[in-house]
């Protein structure tokens, strides 16, 4: 009921319950004075009636010669007045409970609110334009509660970030360490060491500076400040060209890095330096994620007919079904008690695939489970100058 609405059916009982309360006590009082007093003294010819004045001569002759009359006529009055008086503070009492009720319950709950208690429901009123405000009041009161609780997942997030990340530095830089000391010490006797050493050294370098670069892109990504320097290219060779540079970090894990390229053209539009983040990611991935027995990790191309596939394929731990969808999620990481010992910031892959979206792709994980490897999936669509596709 709107507050408008309400008021008039107020003002209507305060007028109606008076008028018959007033109209029985009068009838009732009026049957007391004709039993009480001679009325019949009372008679008034025509002519005094249509005369106040005359009417009025008679009425106080009879008070003068009744005059106990009078105490009954003031008593009559009084208690209409006490009727009027009462019948309007019951009313009014109920309608203004039934108003400052619900208006008591918004400002208790915005005490709530202040003190920081969000863990509670606001009852609604009988009232449309109160209710609605309760209503508004209550959303208010679950933004601020979902707000309160993205903000705690959040600071777990930067918490479990700055861990992971310490982690990440801490793991190549105290192996180059270890290497630049044994080099300085003298163990790299020979040029064939030398150079392994060197190797392990600058893969170590490749991981600090792919982790920064990632820490990096997913700031400008949260930002919206991520610029994209989009060139038409062929896909193959810059699938080829990553492949190369990462074959000797598979090596160094005991993994081949294997490559099949589509043998017809697959130009796409492409920003290199975003699209390679892609794919030193998923190979990355790929070989934090071996087991003992894995052997390869083989990276695809294949065209189809509005696009090209990119595939990062491994034999590593794989994934189970129940995961696949969480696994974009920043820092989330395969089951633990299977990946205790690997640590990582777990931003790869949600960075990776917010790039591909920003290329008009797709990317997604297949994996038949545990042990079973797991395939990264790329789509992208040709370059729109491609009428041959």
Known sequence: MKIKSYFRRCNLVMLAVPAAM???VSALFLALFILKF????????????????????????????????????????????????????????????KITSSIE?????????????????????DMEEIDELCVSFDEMRCSLMSAE????????????????ISHDLKTPVTSIKGYVDAINDG????????????????????????????????????????????????????????????????ELAGLALETALTSEPAPVR??????????????????????????????VTENAENGVYVRVIDDGIGIEKEELNRIYDSFYRIDEARTAHIKGSGLGLGIAKELVKLHGGRLWLVSEGRDKGTTANIYLPYALSENNH
């Open 38 to 97: 001679p009325v019949e003294q009372l008679y008034v010819t025509r002519i005094q009636l249509l005369n106040p004045v005359l009417l009025f001569d008679a009425a106080l002759k009879f008070l003068s010669e009744n005059p106990m009359a009078v105490g009954y006529i003031v008593l009559w009055l009084v208690l209409c007045v006490i009727i009027t008086v009462a019948a309007t503070f019951i009313a009014t009492s109920k309608m203004s409970k």
């Open 187 to 250: 163990l790299a006797s020979n040029p064939e060491t030398l150079r392994r050493y060197l190797g392990v050294i600058r893969s170590k370098a490749n991981s600090i500076e792919s982790l920064i670069n990632n820490m990096s892109t997913m700031s400008r990504i949260e930002m919206s400040r991520l610029t994209m320097n989009f060139d038409e290219g062929e896909i193959n060779d810059l699938v080829y060209e990553t492949a190369a540079e990462y074959r000797a970090d598979a």
């Open 22 to 24: 007033i109209l029985l």
């Open 149 to 164: 609780k993205n903000e705690a997942a959040l600071k777990n997030e930067r918490s479990m970030m700055i861990a992971n």
């Open 270 to 299: 492409l920003d290199y330096e975003k699209f390679r983040r892609v794919l030193i990611n998923l190979i990355e991935n790929s070989i934090k994620y071996r087991r003992a027995e894995s052997k390869k990790i083989r990276l």
């Open 105 to 125: 319950e918004l400002t208790e709950a915005a005490e709530r609110v202040k003190g920081g208690n969000l863990a509670f429901e606001i009852i609604g009123s």
